[in-house]
């Protein structure tokens, strides 16, 4: 989220697309229901489904699963037209004005560079045309025709309502409808705010899901004000941490990447990361990228990380392909190439798509590790639960270890909510049993490994024989200890280099990451975080609710990451002359000699506006990207490509009919299925009763949704001959699900490319241990294809067949 | 007696006693459920269970969302689903948290035998005393929005309690503390009242003109009162009552044939007794018997040979 | 059991045992059923071990009741076949209340008022029984719909109401026509109780002497 | 109410029970919420804040135990509800946030190591001790076994992509960095989260 959940209280236009708000953040929806009823907003919902956030919506709009560009880019077509956008906002704060290469093209579907062999792009042409000095080219009267603008006109004008209507199912009036509404909030103190979480990011497209309505946002200048923003509503309560904290393939804390094969030395890998800013006096804050790196290294590997060892760089894993995600990771263990695989606090056999294929891979493991509070389908994946779980244990020769964990009552630390807060909690009682804490697990895995090393020798050992462990209880650290080593702290005094003056003691802790150096003087296992633990004391436990305004910001209560600000980009809440858009809800002013607001600014405190720092600092042109050069794989600009299984053509461009860089395995494509035997399209979701495979366990949430349902329309139950309550096979290549019917009047079939087309839904929660009665998991059916550019799983738009069947035998 | 005196009851089920009235001004509490803001998440229904420890069997899918299938001893509330396609063809989602309503006038608390099994406190809460319920089942007959339920294990009433036991200590009822959304909100009745009137307001500039307050005078008012887009028709909202009120029949019952019934056999007795006192017992006299005799000896006399 | 030499078998020992079961279980219900209806009266539900026994013995003792008083219609029901004697019983009804049976025409084994006792009872009972079922909660609380068993227990009510009086009527004649009691405790009744109160009966007997067993015999 | 029945016996320090304090005519307030309403449960259980472990809204909440910290109490969460202080959730809580001590006392929490050998049909329990030292030695084996620590072309690239994990999206910012330390000291690049799913 760029913006607190409360801040949504001040939204005009809450539009939720992309997700179901309401049933998967009810308690953070209660600000959508707040900005109805105190800021007069209305709500919209555009969803496949008649879901519980759009039963108290003003305006609901049905479209396709998996058309979500065409939708939105049919909007930005309309805004362009009646000229609805912020153009002040546009002009300063976007790279509107800018012009792209000569070169940079789009013809039938593709972007320019595309390599049908290797189905990737040559990303070089997507870029700006520099100048003499390696600025970017701009033209602020927009005649240029490969200004960014122009070309946005250019790419969206096939997106016509008749076009939209067609590839979406959307009926035109409801379509244009909400153009109208959305067109509204352009004024500069009016403010949309777009809430979506895996609606949109679990497509083959969802990167470009997302990012079009970012754009629609800029072009309405909705993005750094109150109420408005790009608000993903993320889903596990740590997940926003876990990320933060780099536990991705290719991640390091703090968002800086693992090093690539190519990236032979330490200053080989900073050539691509410290961005030169494109713009004359941009602040291109990843400058400081290599004091992050080297501090995460002082803090990982402490004195053994020296200037002279590169600061143990070569100790990093490098990678030799973009990714080793989730897909891949299954892909490689079907192909015999893992070994082992830990899963902790984690449940694949119900998470991840293709169930046939995770558990055809779980079997050719060596040794599968589970750590986890509850008895999970992983753990159990050799053993036969009929047809929900069909296993055969004796030819199963995976070595199994279930190791139990505490829970979150039971432990203390920090989590990182969707609003970037990191919120420190306390340990209520004593884990049941012999259940242990991650931590200490994970530290005797360490030191039986440690031991062996020293012991035996072996591969390597000299990563895991220097990795700081200087912990008061090495046997199991004390959070605090872990939070302050990822606050990070002086280790030498720190003087200002141009009086010498000593600014930080060593040993100190930090108070942010401004003062981190790139000399190995600092150590910080995570940048961003740093700030969070100080010498003022645990900033994460500071419970002070008090809401300057009652605008939602709430500055005092625990910490939120970077450097404690709670709105991203809050500079583009002023405009040029640093005078708040909406004069009702400034955050930060220019008081003439500094920022001052309610929030920390996400910008120099002291820059003034009249030095043109673009507001988004992070980028090297300090302006919010409509093209977006080559950050994406899948192109600077969005297009609509169909789902991977999808019921029809692609009707702007039938060669090209889905993204042509989505993450297909070969062996995933050959288990697609086609519209002539799956004729449905289906999609998954979560019920607001249960939080995917968890709350089966706890009685209540068994109590409330007993048992796996799909939903369908009533149109196709009546075709089809089934009844409200009555048993179903729902198939696709990849699997079937036997459960029960919910005929619904909430589905009705859409009109696509002239062709009424059908929907079925599928909610994920059932699995077979646990309270509630068994049920076969909605990754029975789903493909195993991933975005472009993260590798999500196509969960929201594939191919199912329906048929009538018997109640099974109990 | 201490009850009555601590509790503020107002009105005790069977009871022969007068409840105490000269503290009469206690504020009345009030539930409001607008169901304009309400999404159907099932929080109250969550949050009421584990107050209260309730915890009724793992059910079937039934059907819809609704779930478990019935208000039931251990289901106190029970979200309703009713998928409605309004008069412009569009689908409206009418959801409702069904459950007890505390009545002003509990239908419950009348048709209840046992003294004491019901209560009402001053602050309007209607509340079964368990240790005083008998399980007759005459509180299911008595209640207008069909909610008290028995149970198959203790024979005995359950609804709602609106929470007494937090009400009592100054907190608000579990579920309304939960409602993610606010929908569910407590406070005095007045207070209660007035923001529904803001609510109302609202939903009539979106379009819902027929938009109101439910709160039933029929039952003299309730201490639930609902905020509905379409008030003009309760029933559309998964069968709402339009008109609630107590059945006649049970009115009939409880009301004039109680006292009528009662004075009737008194009477009866009473009258038989005066007539004990002025007609005095029918005896046999001698001559009956010589009579009787008479009879029966004539009657011998045609069969000598079977006299003794 | 002592008895005159000249007693006459008005009940015999099934009949007695059958009606006193009947008697019994009706004042329990009565009891039971009058504490659950009347506030007034709910300390009688003490008698049955407090108000939970009460409501889960009332519909028991209902069954055997209404079990009970299927006996008494098999036993019973022809002698209370309505006759033209009874309605010259009725007409002459005043006399009967002062004790002035020389004015009242002579009837034969069951007057008008006992065979008003006893169809009131046959139409009660039952109308007890079946409106006590549907409002049995335990059992029948989930097989009809609210509103009917709101009807049942306004039936159930009125019925049992009506049985009440009638009963109280038949206890107070019982007390009343001295020594009737005792035909339904010893089973005889003397010769002049005959005479006065049921003279058709003590003809019919004298002239049924010829082929039937002798009144006299021990009951 | 002035006195609950709890506070009366403590203030008069009289050690009455309660039916003798009701004949006496005492304390009638206590005595009659005893005899009708529930008696309030909470009155003297341990608070302890904490945070919601399902979205990531983050609901504030606060858990409820029985016993007081003492050396012989074991805590037992008896209640969890909202924390009206927090921001964000003012004391809400969702369908999953009210059942949260259904998930604490979950019937299928674990209690011990189980382990299922290879072929095996049922899971036994083992000691912590068997259970880690086992999964250091297979780690080990295949590390030494698999470990990369040169490609092709003879770059550096010291990596172990032989052995995966799979990290928890639940855990604490502690737990998640100490795994971090721990994964990528040993190489291991088949590393993610729940973050796509």
């Known amino acids: 989220m760029t913006n607190t959940w409360q801040d949504i209280k001040n939204a005009n236009l809450v539009i939720v697309m992309g997700g179901n708000a309401a049933e998967a953040h009810p308690c953070g929806f209660k600000w959508v229901i707040e900005a109805k009823i105190e800021n007069g907003a209305k709500l919209v919902v555009v969803d496949p489904r008649f879901t519980r956030t759009a039963s108290v919506a003003d305006y609901y709009a049905p479209i396709r699963p998996g058309t979500d560009i065409a939708f939105l880019s049919g909007v930005i077509r309309y805004l362009l037209e009646q000229d609805a956008i912020q153009h002040q906002y546009v002009r300063a704060y976007t790279n509107a004005s800018l012009v792209v290469k000569e070169g940079f093209a789009f013809e039938n579907g593709l972007f320019s560079g595309y390599n049908e062999e290797t189905h990737s792009y040559d990303r070089s042409s997507w870029d700006y045309e520099l100048d003499e000095q390696g600025f970017a080219k701009s033209d602020d009267s927009w005649q240029h025709p490969r200004c960014v603008i122009n070309l946005l006109r250019q790419h969206v004008s096939r997106y016509t309502p008749e076009t939209v209507s067609r590839i979406c199912g959307t009926p035109q009036d409801k379509f244009l409808h909400i153009c109208g509404l959305i067109a509204a909030t352009a004024a500069p103190d009016k403010a949309m705010t777009s809430l979506f979480a895996l609606g949109w990011t679990q497509h083959s497209v969802g990167s470009q899901n997302i990012r079009t309505m970012a754009m629609i946002q800029l072009l309405l200048g909705n993005i750094g004000v109150a109420g408005g923003g790009m608000n993903a509503l993320r889903g596990h309560s740590n997940i926003q941490g876990l990320t933060d904290v780099g536990l991705l393939s290719n991640l390091m804390p703090g968002y800086l990447n693992l090093p690539l094969d190519k990236e032979t030395s330490l200053d080989e890998y900073m050539k691509t990361k410290q961005y030169k800013p494109l713009r004359p006096g941009q602040t291109s804050y990843w400058q400081n990228y290599r004091k992050f790196v080297v501090s995460l290294q002082k803090a990982i590997y402490g004195d053994a990380a020296t200037q002279d060892n590169n600061w143990a760089y070569d100790w990093l894993p490098k990678l030799d392909v973009p990714m080793y995600d989730i897909i891949r990771a299954f892909e490689m263990m079907n192909n015999g190439q893992l070994t082992g695989y830990i899963c902790q606090g984690f449940n694949p056999l119900q998470a991840f798509p293709d169930r046939g294929k995770i558990r055809r891979g779980l079997s050719k493991l060596k040794f599968l590790v589970t750590m986890d509070p509850l008895d999970t389908e992983t753990s159990r994946f050799w053993q036969d639960f009929g047809p929900q779980n069909p296993a055969r244990s004796a030819e199963i020769q995976t070595e199994v270890f279930q190791l139990p964990t505490t829970c979150f009552a039971e432990e203390n630390g920090s989590l990182v909510n969707s609003a970037r807060w990191l919120q420190w909690h306390w340990k209520a009682a004593e884990a049941p049993g012999e259940a242990m804490s991650d931590i200490w697990i994970m530290s005797g895995i360490f030191h039986r490994l440690r031991e062996l090393y020293r012991k035996e020798g072996g591969a390597f050992p000299d990563p895991i024989l220097n990795l700081t462990w200087k912990y008061t209880d090495p046997v199991e650290p004390d959070p605090e200890e872990l939070a302050r080593e990822m606050n990070g702290r002086a280790l030498a005094d720190l003087t200002d280099p141009a009086t010498g003056a000593v600014l930080t003691k060593a040993g100190t802790l930090l108070d942010g990451f401004a003062q981190l150096r790139d000399d190995g003087t600092t150590a910080s296992g995570c940048w961003i975080f740093s700030g969070s633990f100080t010498e003022k004391g645990n900033q994460m436990a500071r419970r002070d609710a008090t809401d300057p305004r009652e605008q939602g910001i709430a500055p005092n209560w625990a910490w939120a990451w970077p450097a404690n600000r709670r709105i991203l980009y809050n500079r583009a809440s002023a405009d040029q002359d640093g005078k708040a858009w909406n004069p009702a809800k400034p955050i930060i002013e220019w008081n003439g000699s500094r920022w001052e607001g309610i929030d920390v600014p996400d910008y120099g405190p002291t820059v003034k506006p009249s030095d043109g720092v673009g507001p988004f600092i992070m980028n090297a042109e300090g302006m919010g990207r409509l093209f977006a050069r080559d950050l994406m794989a899948d192109g600077p600009f969005p297009e609509h490509y169909e789902p991977l299984e999808s019921p029809v053509e692609n009707v702007l461009h039938p060669k090209v009919r889905s993204n042509p860089v989505a993450r297909v395995f070969a062996s995933d494509r050959a288990a697609f299925g086609t519209p002539q035997h799956y004729p449905y399209v289906a999609t998954t979701y979560r019920l607001t009763e249960h939080f995917h495979f968890w709350t089966k366990h706890a009685l209540i949430n068994a109590i409330l949704q007993p048992e796996e349902f799909v939903e369908i329309g009533e149109v196709l139950a009546k075709e089809k001959g089934i009844e409200q309550g009555g048993w179903v096979k729902v198939s696709s290549k990849r699997g079937e699900v036997v459960c029960k019917a919910y005929v619904t009047k909430r589905i009705k079939p859409l009109l696509v490319d002239g062709k009424p087309t059908h929907v079925i839904g599928v909610p994920l929660h059932w699995g077979f241990t646990g309270q509630a009665r068994k049920g076969y998991g909605a990754n029975t059916l789903t493909p195993s294809v991933g975005d472009a550019n993260t590798q999500t799983p196509e969960f929201k738009a594939f191919l199912v067949n329906v048929e009538k069947t018997g109640a099974p035998a109990a | ?308 | 059991m002592t008895r005159p030499n000249n007693a006459i078998t008005r009940y015999t020992a099934a009949n007695r045992v059958n009606h006193w079961i009947t008697a019994l279980c009706f004042v329990l219900l009565t009891l039971s059923g009058l504490a659950m209806f009347h506030p007034m009266l709910f300390f009688l539900s003490g008698l049955f071990g407090g108000g939970q026994w009460m409501r889960a013995a009332h519909p028991w003792i209902g069954i055997v009741l209404m079990a009970s008083y299927l006996g008494l219609i098999i036993q019973f029901w022809r002698e209370n076949l309505v006759n033209r004697d009874d309605v010259a019983w009725m007409k002459s009804i005043r006399y009967v209340a002062v004790n002035d049976e020389e004015h009242v025409p002579p009837v034969g084994r069951n007057n008008a008022g006992q065979k008003m006792v006893f169809w009131s009872m046959t139409l009660l009972v039952p109308a007890l029984f079946f409106s006590g079922l549907l409002i049995w909660e335990v059992y029948f609380g989930a097989a009809t719909s609210i509103p009917v068993q709101r009807v049942a227990v306004l039936v159930h009510s009125l019925a049992a109401i009506a049985a009440i009086l009638v009963w109280v009527v038949h206890v107070y004649a019982a007390i009343w026509i001295r020594h009737s009691v005792r035909a339904m405790t010893q089973g005889y009744v003397t010769p002049g109780w005959a005479w006065r109160h049921h003279r058709k009966w003590l003809w019919e007997l004298a002239s049924e002497q010829h082929d039937k067993a002798p009144p006299r015999k021990h009951p | 109410m002035a006195l609950t029945r709890r506070e009366f016996i403590k203030v008069t320090g009289l050690g009455l029970a309660a039916s003798s304090l009701g004949m006496l005519g005492f304390g009638a307030a206590g005595v009659a919420q005893a005899a009708a309403v529930r008696p309030f449960k909470l009155t003297h259980a341990t608070e302890t804040r904490n945070t919601c472990t399902y979205c990531s809204v983050a609901c504030g909440i606060l858990i409820y135990s029985m016993g007081d910290r003492a050396k012989n109490a074991r805590s037992n969460i008896i209640h969890i509800e909202g924390d009206p202080d927090h921001p964000v959730n003012r004391g809400t809580l969702c369908p999953k946030g009210t059942a949260l001590l259904d998930v604490v006392h979950a019937p299928t929490r674990l209690k011990a190591p189980r382990y299922r050998p290879p072929g095996g049909t049922e899971f036994k329990e083992v000691s912590w001790d068997f259970a880690l030292d086992r999964i250091a030695k297979l780690m080990k084996e295949d590390r030494d076994k698999h470990f990369i620590a040169r490609n092709a072309a003879g770059t550096t690239v010291n990596r172990w992509t032989s052995t995966g994990m799979l990290a928890a999206s639940a855990s604490s910012n502690e737990t998640a960095y100490l795994t971090w330390k721990v994964a990528r000291s040993l190489g291991m690049v088949v590393f993610d989260n729940q973050a796509r799913v």
């Not at chain 2, 969550?46 to 039931?72: I, K, Q």
């Not at chain 2, 503390?177 to 009137?197: E, N, V």
């Open chain 2, 1 to 308: 007696m201490s009850d009555l005196q601590s509790q503020d009851y107002v009105r005790r089920s069977a009871s022969t006693l007068t409840p105490p009235s000269v503290r009469s001004h206690e504020d009345e509490v009030a539930k409001l459920i607008d169901v304009s803001r309400c999404i159907g998440c099932k929080a109250c229904q969550s949050a009421c269970m584990e107050w209260n420890d309730l915890r009724p069997e793992v059910g079937h899918f039934e059907g819809s969302y609704e779930n478990p299938a019935d208000l039931g001893p251990s289901v106190w509330t029970l979200m309703k689903f009713a998928e409605h396609e309004n008069e412009q063809g569009n689908l409206e989602w009418l959801i409702r948290k069904d459950g007890c309503m505390h009545c002003e006038d509990p239908g419950c608390l009348k048709a209840c035998p046992a003294p004491g099994a019901i209560v009402q406190y001053a602050n309007g809460i209607v509340d079964f005393i368990s240790d005083k319920c008998i399980g007759c089942g005459y509180c299911v007959k008595g209640c207008p929005f069909n909610i008290p339920r028995i149970s198959k294990q203790d024979h005995k009433s359950y609804k709602c309690t609106l929470c007494s036991d937090r009400v009592s200590v100054g907190l608000e009822p579990a579920c309304v503390k939960a409602c993610p959304t606010g929908a569910i909100m407590f406070g005095s009745k007045t207070d209660m009242k007035h923001q529904a009137a803001e609510r109302i307001e609202d939903l009539k500039s979106r379009g819902f003109d027929q938009a109101g307050l439910y709160d039933p005078p029929e039952v003299g008012g309730t201490h639930v009162m609902y905020v509905l887009h379409h008030a003009d028709k309760p029933s559309l909202y998964s069968g709402l009552p339009d008109k609630p009120r107590i059945s006649p029949v049970v009115g009939a019952w409880k009301g004039f044939i109680k006292p009528l019934a009662v004075a009737g056999i008194a009477l009866a007795a009473v009258g038989a007794f005066f007539h004990w006192i002025t007609a005095g017992p029918n005896e046999v006299t001698e001559e009956d018997e010589a009579e009787g005799e008479r009879v029966l000896r004539e009657a011998d006399a045609h069969e000598p040979e079977k006299s003794p």
